[in-house]
């Protein structure tokens, strides 16, 4: 089963990620850098997904985490409001990609995770 890491605490887009990732995918949100880090020991971990809602100061020292560490090789992705281009950029700059708005990432997922879509 594919395992994807969504850095967020909004459990209301919760379903409609799980809906669009489809059932063969696990969806684990985590919310702190504790639980992260316990999460990082013992799941192998295929995507990570930054709610760039969220607080930017969590999901950049998550996303750094996966950029620095040779041995976590995830598909980093990111998401958020179309007009918060900062946080895109920041997003990028830690190695997610595709940096969506939120509505292209939901439409886009499951392509995205069968790698079918580099940046839609």
Not at 31 to 58: G, M, P, T
Request: one cysteine or more; charged letters at 25%; glycine letters at 4%.
């Amino acid at each position: 089963m594919t395992t994807l890491l969504l850095l967020s605490n909004n459990l209301m887009f919760l379903p409609r990620i799980q809906m669009a990732a489809g059932s063969s995918v696990s969806v684990i949100r985590v919310s702190d850098l504790d639980r992260l880090n316990k999460l990082i020991k013992v799941s192998d971990i295929d995507f990570v997904v930054a709610d760039l809602e969220y607080d930017q100061n969590f999901w950049s020292k998550a996303l750094r985490i996966f950029q620095e560490d040779e041995k976590l090789n995830p598909k980093m992705i990111a998401y958020g409001p179309h007009e918060d281009t900062n946080s895109m950029e920041i997003a990028r700059s830690l190695g997610c990609d595709p940096v969506l708005a939120k509505g292209a990432f939901v439409n886009n997922l499951k392509s995205i995770l069968a790698g079918e879509a580099k940046n839609p």
